[in-house]
């Protein structure tokens, strides 16, 4: 699997938006870009996933750039639930065996 | 809907005494599983997956094997805890035919004493 480097630590303030950058330099061609945040003391949970367009849900919306080395997950509007650590995956298409975890980066959003 | 049962929350074990964490999935048939670990202040560290009843694969040697008897289950055993076995372990599942990424269960925080 590619791996993916992360800032180890960010702030953001309630009601801005939260931008979480993750850089996969060496990602390769059939490879999606995942993201997941784990709230303290629980099992991680899926936030967005996605190949070569931008991706946007309820929860966020994914920017991979054109080059596909690097990606932003953002935020829209942050609130204080979504303090967490926040993860930065790259792997095989949805199902095929195993992702990698890192360290991600810990998002403590500020009152 | 499918959902995923992790049980029990927290344990704490001697050292030298046997592991079961036991993990099943619902709603759902042929899922992949994933037992993960999670040392305190660490990342998740991927211990067994498997995809097929009796097919286990170990990405770290260690102290712990996994097995899969039934099709949504998946169990986490050790003959002998170690006190490096402590953590949080998480077992998560996917499905290879839907778009719907790893989902995992609530885990089991382990203390070996």
């Known amino acids: 699997d590619a791996k993916t480097t992360q800032p180890p630590s960010m702030d953001c303030a309630e009601g801005r938006a939260a931008n979480l950058p993750c850089n996969h330099s060496?990602?390769?061609?059939?490879?999606?870009v995942y993201w997941y945040r784990q709230i303290h003391s629980q099992g991680p949970q899926y936030i967005i996933h996605g190949l070569k367009n931008n991706e946007t849900n309820e929860m966020a919306s994914l920017i991979i750039t054109e080059d596909r080395k690097s990606s932003t997950l953002i935020l829209p509007h942050a609130t204080l639930r979504d303090t967490a650590v926040y993860y930065c995956i790259v792997g095989p298409s949805f199902g095929n065996e195993k992702l990698t975890f890192g360290t991600g980066t810990r998002l403590t959003i500020i009152p | 809907s499918q959902t995923i049962h992790q049980w029990p929350a927290t344990l704490v074990q001697p050292v030298g005494s046997p592991l079961s964490l036991e993990c099943t999935v619902e709603?759902?048939?042929?899922?992949?599983l994933y037992w993960y670990r999670q040392a305190a202040g660490r990342g998740l560290q991927l211990l067994f997956y498997?995809?097929?009843?009796?097919?286990i694969s170990s990405e770290v040697p260690q102290n712990l094997s996994a097995s899969r008897p039934q099709d949504r289950q998946f169990i986490l055993s050790s003959k002998k805890l170690l006190l490096s076995d402590s953590g949080f372990y998480l077992c998560a599942w996917t499905w290879t035919q839907m778009d719907y990424g790893y989902t995992f269960g609530s885990g089991t925080r382990l203390t070996v004493v």
């Open positions: 709603g759902t048939s042929n899922p992949n």
């Open positions: 060496t990602i390769s061609g059939n490879e999606y």
């Open positions: 498997s995809v097929g009843i009796g097919q």
